[in-house]
């Protein structure tokens, strides 16, 4: 019992630290009695997430490591993973070690409560759902792992296909962390339980939008446009040339649009985030630490030109350390805690779907 703990405790710091240092402030932050069912949902995503990314090996090889992952996560069978050459493929060294120690984060799974397994799985379910979408919705280019160019770019064609994926990736786990938190902490509050669960994902959707905004350069270069052609072709656009600068007049309206898009949901998640009862100023700053560093990435997005969008764009270490101390100081004075965010009028107004 004593190696199980220490083993635990090994993958929910030691591993975590190395595998984002961003979300481990946030886990760190939030209350002892949400930690382990939150971290170790997270590092099981990100282990998917790095089998899904190695385009060095072919999308089938993949896809098929997904499935034997998915298949242990949901108990369906015992019989040990061996990510060897996956993990080999990895730059990495926090990826490697995530492949590398796949077994003993299975091996913590069935440590937590009935609820606690049955919301961890259903998460994970649905973001591996998203993940295999879209292996195979970009497949056709990379059979051999990464043959996609910016010649050759498959687009999502409906809003209705990216907010379905941004829900798969990143929604559902706003939907989860509000479920954990509410058994955990909060079982007896009054509260709007369905407004409260939609604005939780729509918080994930507006970070995953804000990833999609942000990476759109890289995206392109490797054959992904994850803005739908039905909005593309309104304004005469095309994948291959969006990032022209001769393109700029007819883009970056669009491109706005997206960004306000984006706002929106985190207005909904700062909604979200003051529904939480006071008290609660762990879970507190783990929510607006996320939402305070997307809208500052969306004001460096929304003042850049096409030319500087094609670098990646990033909030400095100074601006990060500046949020969460500005927030810690915050945090129990709520007059300077509603100034901390405040979105734009036009992201307010553009709450609907962009068709």
Avoid at 57 to 80: W, Y
């Amino acid at each position: 019992m004593l190696a199980m703990s220490e083993a635990r405790t090994e993958l929910l710091t030691d591993l975590l630290r190395a595998t984002s240092r961003s979300f481990y402030l946030t886990l760190r932050v939030l209350p002892a009695a949400v930690r382990p069912q939150i971290g170790l949902a997270y590092l099981l995503a990100r282990t998917t997430d790095t089998i899904a990314d190695t385009e060095i090996l072919p999308v089938t090889q993949r896809l098929d490591a997904l499935q034997k992952l998915r298949e242990r996560i949901l108990g369906q069978t015992s019989v040990p993973l061996n990510f060897g050459e996956l993990a080999r493929q990895q730059g990495s060294p926090a990826e490697k070690l995530l492949l590398e120690k796949a077994e003993a984060g299975l091996a913590i799974l069935p440590t937590l409560s009935p609820e606690d397994l049955k919301l961890v799985r259903e998460v994970l379910m649905t973001i591996t759902s998203g993940q295999e979408l879209d292996l195979r919705r970009f497949g056709s280019l990379a059979k051999t792992g990464g043959s996609a160019t910016g010649q050759q770019i498959i687009a999502l064609e409906t809003a209705a296909e990216l907010d379905d994926y941004t829900y798969r990736v990143a929604g559902c786990v706003g939907e989860f962390w509000t479920k954990i938190c509410r058994a955990h902490l909060f079982p007896n509050v009054r509260l709007n339980e369905k407004q409260f669960i939609a604005d939780g994902i729509r918080f994930g959707k507006g970070l995953q939008l804000v990833n999609i905004l942000r990476d759109l350069p890289a995206d392109l270069k490797n054959g992904r446009c994850y803005l739908p052609t039905q909005r593309l072709d309104e304004v005469k656009l095309w994948p291959e040339t969006l990032l022209s600068p001769a393109n700029a007049q007819k883009f970056l309206p669009l491109y706005r649009d997206y960004l306000d898009k984006a706002e929106a949901h985190l207005t909904a998640g700062w909604r979200y985030t003051n529904t939480l009862p006071f008290g609660q100023f762990r879970v507190r700053l783990g929510c607006a630490w996320p939402i305070l560093l997307g809208a500052k990435t969306i004001a460096k997005l929304r003042a850049a030109d096409v030319t500087q969008l094609q670098q990646r764009v990033k909030v400095s270490r100074g601006e990060v350390y500046g949020i969460l101390f500005g927030s810690l100081l915050a945090c129990p004075l709520p007059f300077a805690w509603r100034k901390l965010y405040s979105p734009a009028a036009k992201a307010i107004a553009s709450g609907g779907d962009l068709a």
